[in-house]
Nanobody, 127 residues
Framework: QVQLVESGGGLVQPGGSLRLSCAASGFTLDDYAIGWFRQAPGKEREGVVCISRSSDGNIYYADSVKGRFTISRDSAKNTVSLRMNSLKPEDTAVYYC???????????????????WGQGTQVTVSS
């Protein structure tokens, strides 16, 4: 059974950091483009960052997180992590990881190529 599970969310003060993890079962994350998305209450889901399949190696960040967030792979653990630094209240959202079967490159919009999604993990940035 193909499954993605996010973890690492929580409550953090503005300026703080969190590390989210996306773990897979039933398939190898290195063979897929992986995207991180988020949805805040009352807002549409938005793309945060994506990383292409391991053999390609491209990364794309949304302008809103560029310089603050870093995506990375751990092939041995079959996970993709999202390191989030300098967090702001506007980063508060449910964060989802998703997998897309793309041969090259990745994109965070549109999302129709992302066929497998996790259940999400809540990130709250507040003092």
């Amino acid at each position: 059974q193909v499954q993605l599970v996010e973890s690492g969310g929580g409550l953090v003060q503005p300026g703080g950091s969190l590390r989210l993890s996306c773990a897979a079962s039933g398939f190898t994350l290195d063979d897929y483009a992986i995207g991180w998305f988020r949805q805040a209450p009352g807002k549409e889901r938005e793309g945060v960052v994506c990383i292409s399949r391991s053999s390609d190696g491209n990364i794309y960040y949304a302008d809103s997180v560029k310089g603050r967030f870093t995506i990375s792979r751990d092939s041995a653990k079959n996970t993709v992590s999202l390191r989030m630094n300098s967090l702001k209240p506007e980063d508060t959202a449910v964060y989802y990881c998703a997998a897309a079967d793309l041969m090259v490159g990745c994109h965070i919009s549109p999302t129709r190529d992302y066929g497998s999604w996790g259940q999400g993990t809540q990130v709250t940035v507040s003092s």
